[in-house]
Structures are given as structure tokens and as C-alpha cells.
């Protein structure tokens, strides 16, 4: 079955540093792949996402690019603030399906 | 637009009662589930439906029961509340191929 793979965390970076936080997936078919933001106390919301091979999504600063050859689905961003603190997961969908899988999340730490 | 409603926001339970986590979208969409999230676990599938009539269990659907008699509204039934069901619970909604859309949770704490 599908399956999506990220890094343990936490993570903690000081401000202004650069994240990655890496994702690999496996899926039958090509699906579609999402990055999701969870701040603390609230629901999980959308942060980026990308439907084909090669697709970059971005948002707020953050990139992510749909690498088929390798199946990842990395998140970058070039310099972190303290508000980026937060649980990221990141998700897959199969074309014709409802239902995502995500991956267990990593929570980023962002000090000043 | 509301997008995803959660009721309550918070809940403490005495073990054996039973109780309803209400949830309400008002996107028109076709796909609602409920999930709980506990520490180290990620998000774990407890119920969806892929529409108005129509339910099925997800991962850990022991314990818990669902309906869906309109396409807006998707309840969560404890039917004797236990500690291990302590959690923090989501309902999210989604169209087919697109992104889930999450309420703001429901912490429930069962004593």
C-alpha cells in the first residue's frame, strides 16, 4: 500500500537558518503530494502542495519539488522565523482516491 | 465561508459515558473522516465516508461509531467512553484528488 516516510524530529533551528525537512513516499500509481502546517493547538491547514512530476509548490517561503526518480517530496526553506514553529506533515494522494496518507510529522522548534 | 466545525472544543468524560463529537462543512464535499492524533502516533484514521449514506472504518475505528445522513454534517459517537481514548480528535473534509480541509479539534480527556 502507500506509504509516506519523513524525518524524526524535532528540529530545532535558530532564526534565520535554513530548513529541510525530508519526505519519501511510496505509492502504485502518481500521486498528488502535500505539505501540511499544524500550529500548536490548531487543526491541520495547507501549506504547499504539487499534482505531477517535477511541479514546484510554494508558500509563505516554503518550496517543496515532486521528484519522481527519487520519490521525494522535500521542504526547504531559506530562512526560518520563530513563527514557523510548528508540526509539518507531509501527504500523498492517489488519483481516483479519497483517502490521503500522511506521514507521522516533525515538529520544528524556531528560536530567536 | 466556515469551512470545517468542530463542537466541543474541549470535553472531559468519565470512563463508560457515552458522547458525540459533532462535525459540520459547509464546502459540499463529497469525502468526511475523523481522526485522532496522539503524541509519537501521527494521525490515525478512525471513520470516513464518501458520502451522504454511505460510512466505512478506517484504522482504529474500535469503540467509536459514525453516520451520515447529510452531505454537511459527519458525528462521531463514543459509545462507553475509555482512557484510551483520550486524544485529540479531527474531522477533515475533501473533495477527490484535492487537499483535506481540518477543523480545529476536539481535546478530549476521559478520566
Known amino acids: 500500500g502507500d506509504s509516506v516516510t519523513q524525518m524524526e524530529g524535532p528540529v530545532t533551528l535558530s532564526e534565520e537558518a535554513f530548513l529541510t525537512i525530508n519526505c519519501t513516499y511510496t505509492?502504485?500509481?502518481?500521486?498528488?503530494l502535500f505539505w501540511y502546517v499544524q500550529y500548536p493547538g490548531e487543526g491541520l491547514q495547507l501549506l504547499l502542495k504539487?499534482?505531477?512530476?517535477?511541479d514546484k509548490g510554494s508558500n509563505k517561503g516554503f518550496e517543496a519539488t515532486y521528484r519522481k526518480e527519487t520519490t521525494s517530496f522535500h521542504l526547504e526553506k531559506g530562512s526560518v522565523q520563530v513563527s514557523d514553529s510548528a508540526v509539518y506533515f507531509c501527504?500523498?494522494?492517489?488519483?481516483?482516491?479519497?483517502?490521503?496518507?500522511f506521514g507521522r510529522g516533525t515538529s520544528l522548534i524556531v528560536h530567536p | 465561508n466556515a469551512g470545517v466545525t468542530q463542537t466541543p472544543k474541549f470535553q472531559v468524560l468519565k470512563t463508560g459515558q457515552s458522547m458525540t463529537l459533532q462535525c459540520a462543512q459547509d464546502?459540499?464535499?463529497?469525502?468526511m473522516s475523523w481522526y485522532r492524533q496522539d503524541p509519537g502516533m501521527g494521525l490515525r484514521l478512525i471513520h470516513y465516508?464518501?458520502?451522504?449514506?454511505?460510512?466505512d472504518q478506517g484504522e482504529v475505528p474500535n469503540g467509536y461509531n459514525v453516520s451520515r445522513s447529510t452531505t454537511e454534517d459527519f458525528p462521531l459517537r463514543l459509545l462507553s467512553a475509555a482512557p484510551s481514548q483520550t486524544s485529540v480528535y479531527f474531522c477533515?473534509?475533501?473533495?477527490?484528488?484535492?487537499?483535506?480541509?481540518f477543523g480545529q479539534g476536539t481535546r478530549l480527556t476521559v478520566v
Open positions: 505509492a502504485t500509481g502518481y500521486p498528488s
Open positions: 465516508s464518501v458520502g451522504a449514506g454511505i460510512t
Open positions: 477533515a473534509s475533501k473533495r477527490a484528488n484535492t487537499e483535506a480541509f
Open positions: 504539487a499534482t505531477k512530476a517535477d
Open positions: 464546502m459540499n464535499h463529497e469525502y
Open positions: 501527504a500523498l494522494n492517489e488519483g481516483g482516491s479519497y483517502i490521503p496518507t
